[in-house]
């Protein structure tokens, strides 16, 4: 049942250094696409103030449970299934969303609703983290992330680098402010944004 990722293994120490910074508030943490659950382990023992809700569809929640049973911190929830489709998601509010090496593997519209649920769950002050590659309208693609985005495409066409300028629109859309965009190992970036308003209607 136990899945494990190399990709997880090292990027998690960076991931949490900036998550220490930024998610300094008690309170619940949703993860977003949890994977094989090495990650909610990590975060959960490293954050010890906040409780950290892990999610992901239906087939990865054993590898999750796994990794959660053997690690044994009270402060890590039963994984749950999160369908990003559905209005209803399995919490009503959180403090914090966190979702890493998602929104690239995902559907355009999957971001578009993953974008729109946090907007619906986070209150003024709320903080929603991603993780990944990007590109920028300003500068060219590392050839690193080139390569990478030709294989997501090859693999679904659905898929790829995304535009960070379309994702901070559709934040701003869903009352979030762009609070950091940092630089990290393997032309990844972290980025946060604030909720600060309600939900604005779509022009």
Same mark, same amino acid.
């Given at each position: 049942?136990?899945?494990?990722?190399?990709?997880?293994?090292?990027?998690?120490?960076?991931?949490?250094?900036?998550?220490?910074?930024?998610?300094? $508030?008690?309170?619940?943490?949703?993860?977003?696409?949890?994977?094989?659950?090495?990650?909610?382990?990590?975060?959960?023992?490293?954050?010890?103030?906040?409780?950290?809700?892990?999610?992901?569809?239906?087939?990865?929640?054993?590898?999750?449970?796994?990794?959660?049973?053997?690690?044994?911190?009270?402060?890590?929830?039963?994984?749950?299934?999160?369908?990003?489709?559905?209005?209803?998601?399995?919490?009503?509010?959180?403090?914090?969303?966190?979702?890493?090496?998602?929104?690239?593997?995902?559907?355009?519209?999957? $971001?578009?609703?993953?974008?729109?649920?946090?907007?619906?769950?986070?209150?003024?002050?709320? $903080?929603?983290?991603?993780?990944?590659?990007?590109?920028?309208?300003?500068?060219?693609?590392?050839?690193?992330?080139?390569?990478?985005?030709?294989?997501?495409?090859?693999?679904?066409?659905?898929?790829?680098?995304?535009?960070?300028?379309? $994702?901070?629109?559709?934040?701003?859309?869903?009352?979030?402010?762009?609070?950091?965009?940092?630089?990290?190992?393997?032309?990844?970036?972290?980025?946060?944004?604030?909720?600060?308003?309600?939900?604005?209607?779509?022009?």
């Amino acid at each position: 049942m136990k899945q494990s990722s190399p990709s997880c293994e090292r990027n998690k120490q960076p991931i949490l250094a900036v998550l220490r910074e930024i998610l300094s $508030v008690p309170g619940l943490v949703i993860e977003v696409g949890s994977g094989s659950g090495q990650h909610a382990v990590h975060f959960a023992r490293g954050l010890p103030h906040v409780e950290w809700q892990p999610t992901d569809v239906a087939d990865n929640l054993p590898s999750i449970s796994a990794w959660r049973d053997e690690a044994g911190l009270v402060n890590l929830r039963e994984p749950l299934a999160l369908d990003l489709f559905s209005d209803r998601w399995p919490v009503a509010a959180a403090q914090a969303v966190v979702c890493i090496n998602t929104i690239h593997i995902v559907s355009w519209e999957a $971001v578009d609703k993953l974008f729109a649920g946090a907007g619906r769950l986070l209150s003024p002050g709320g $903080v929603m983290y991603v993780y990944g590659p990007y590109r920028y309208a300003d500068r060219p693609l590392e050839p690193s992330n080139e390569e990478f985005d030709r294989w997501l495409k090859a693999r679904d066409t659905a898929s790829g680098v995304r535009l960070f300028e379309d $994702v901070n629109r559709l934040a701003g859309r869903n009352g979030l402010m762009l609070a950091g965009d940092r630089a990290m190992p393997a032309n990844n970036r972290s980025i946060w944004w604030i909720k600060t308003s309600g939900i604005k209607e779509h022009k």
